[in-house]
């Protein structure tokens, strides 16, 4: 299919070409890969970045004074700038590469634990990947803070009226995600920010799920806080951005000690380096921050708009025709969501249809996706969860669907 575009015209068979392993077998089948809220697969070009960087220019960053050195420092500055673009950040240095988001949120999570007190009160959705409940909890016991649940309804929406009631003058911290990696429902966090700085609260979103699918932009969100991780958008593992608001990044305390992070080391005192190296102790994945850089070109060259209209066709395809199988239940059924599908037949275990349809070369998800609380509201122990990104194609949701109903034979 093609759809009108002002960047490359969009064509999912020359898409396709850039990612090797898509001409991949697996036991004996063509692979179909729909575990993209899980882990991206890697564009050639974002290949080529990292086999560059370790083939002509390996060095450590900031410090040499070295040819070898002064160029890696240059890309990974540079990488550091196109993410400040893509998310359109106020200052480059508001951008912190972390580990990934999990690392952003507990860097954040740290920070707060002293600017906390007893009975301070702090608001969780309960649509939240683990690593952006845990971090919390942990804070919440060594604060003495009280965590509150915005809860949600039968389509995966949360509850907006009783979020309202949630929010008081004690609320410090609000902490959602953008999109929601178990059912793929986009989240209303510009409202949620909003009603948050209302009362003087600030909010952290984890843009995991929602970075492969929606360009958020910082400044017009307003947001204090915004996670992401290279690997869920086509960039390698290990690598992620904490963006922070420079007034919020310089009242936060560093979250690791050591290399890069200091101005100046005595044994009576430290001080800190400046925003972003302040949060950036020790030596980063260097490699993995410029092949961050080169996923965000990569993404770019396809366009958001373009991969959100053809994601859309994929879910609403995907959707009509996993409906026509009896007993199936589709959990997350919000107008606005992501190429996200979890789903159930009858009383079959998850586990069971993701087993089978391996065989078949098919790649998803079971289990709890890392979101117990979802499951538990829905008194299931888990989903089988199909989540497609713009190099899948309508042949490989056929494919998928004739899977499951094979499944589905074998097993009631
Ligand atoms: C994947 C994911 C995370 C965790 O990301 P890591 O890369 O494992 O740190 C957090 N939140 C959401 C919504 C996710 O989808």
Redesign the pocket.
């Known amino acids: 299919m093609k759809v009108a575009s002002t960047e490359r015209s969009f064509d999912v068979e020359s898409i396709r070409k850039d990612f090797p392993i898509l001409l991949r077998e697996v036991n004996g089948k063509p692979l179909v890969y729909f575990d993209n809220?899980a882990t991206s697969q890697t564009p050639q070009q974002v290949i080529d970045a990292i086999v560059d960087y370790y083939s002509r220019y390996n060095a450590n960053i900031h410090r040499g004074v070295h040819t070898l050195s002064q160029e890696a420092t240059d890309a990974y500055e540079e990488a550091r700038r196109k993410v400040q673009q893509h998310f359109n950040a106020a200052k480059a240095h508001e951008i912190i590469f972390t580990s990934?988001?999990?690392?952003a949120i507990n860097l954040v999570a740290s920070g707060f634990s002293t600017l906390l007190k007893v009975g301070d009160e702090i608001i969780v959705s309960a649509l939240e990947?683990h690593?952006?409940i845990v971090p919390w909890q942990m804070l919440a016991e060594k604060t003495g803070a009280i965590l509150k649940v915005i809860p949600m309804n039968e389509q995966g929406m949360l509850k907006m009226d009783e979020y309202q009631q949630l929010l008081s003058e004690k609320t410090k911290l609000v902490f959602v995600?953008h999109?929601?990696?178990a059912l793929g429902t986009v989240n209303p966090i510009k409202e949620i920010i909003d009603s948050a700085h209302n009362r003087g609260a600030a909010v952290l979103v984890?843009g995991?799920?929602a970075a492969p699918h929606i360009k958020a932009d910082m400044q017009e969100l307003d947001v204090d806080f915004y996670a992401v991780?290279a690997?869920?958008m086509c960039g390698p593992t290990g690598v992620?951005m904490l963006y922070g608001k420079e007034e919020w990044l310089k009242k936060l305390p560093p979250y690791q000690g050591g290399g890069e992070m200091i101005a100046t080391v005595t044994f009576e005192k430290t001080t800190y380096a400046d925003l972003p190296h302040k949060f950036e102790a020790g030596t980063p994945d260097i490699c993995g921050g410029i092949a961050f850089g080169a996923a965000l070109d990569y993404m770019n060259s396809i366009g958001y708009e373009n991969i959100a209209a053809y994601e859309h066709e994929l879910l609403a395809y995907a959707t009509q025709e996993l409906l026509k199988i009896e007993d199936l239940r589709i959990y997350g059924t919000s107008v606005e969501k992501t190429a996200v599908i979890s789903f159930n037949i009858g009383s079959i275990h998850p586990y069971d249809i993701g087993t089978i349809i391996d065989k078949l070369g098919i790649a998803v998800r079971t289990g709890h996706h890392c979101a117990q609380p979802i499951m538990d509201y829905y008194k299931i122990p888990g989903t089988v969860r199909a989540s497609f990104a713009f190099y899948n194609t309508r042949e490989e949701i056929d494919n998928f669907v004739g899977a499951v109903k094979r499944a589905k034979n074998m097993l009631s």
Do not use: P
């Open positions: 809220a990934g988001t999990t690392h990947h690593s952006n995600n999109v929601s990696n984890d995991a799920q991780s690997h869920k992620g």
